[in-house]
Nanobody, 114 residues
C-alpha cells in the first residue's frame, strides 16, 4: 500500500494561483496518477491525470488553467492551478488513476474567495 501526502493548499483570491504537491511513499513511476477534488456536499471528482509516460488529461472545467506534472525521482506529482475560480474550492487529493480506495490521504484544502 502506498501512502500519499498532499500539500500546498490555502486561501487564494479569484484569479490567483496555487501549486499542489503529492508525495508518495513508494516507487510509483509505472502508475498513472491523478488529482481529484471534493467540494462540500458533493462527490469526489476527477480533476487531472498523468500517465507513466507523461501524457496528461483534464476535466473540461480546468483545461487551460491547471497543469499536472510528475517527478518520478522524487516520487511526487504536482498540480499547478492558475486563474482560480470560487468553484475550484474543494479538498484536493491525489491517487492512482483509476484511484485505489486504500490510497486516499488527508487531502489539502483549497479555498478561492475574495
Amino acid at each position: 500500500q502506498v501512502q500519499l501526502v498532499e500539500s500546498g493548499g490555502g486561501l487564494v483570491q479569484p484569479g490567483g494561483s496555487l501549486r499542489l504537491s503529492c508525495a508518495a511513499s513508494k516507487f510509483f513511476s509505472l502508475s498513472a496518477m491523478g488529482w481529484y477534488r471534493q467540494a462540500p456536499g458533493k462527490q469526489r471528482d476527477f480533476v487531472a491525470g498523468i500517465t507513466s509516460g507523461g501524457s496528461t488529461y483534464y476535466r473540461n472545467s480546468v483545461k487551460g488553467r491547471f497543469t499536472i506534472s510528475r517527478d518520478n525521482a522524487l516520487k511526487t506529482v504536482y498540480l499547478q492551478m492558475n486563474s482560480l475560480k470560487p468553484e475550484d474550492t474543494a479538498v484536493y487529493y491525489c491517487n492512482k488513476d483509476p484511484p485505489r480506495p486504500q490510497n486516499w490521504g488527508q487531502g489539502t484544502q483549497v479555498t478561492v474567495s475574495s
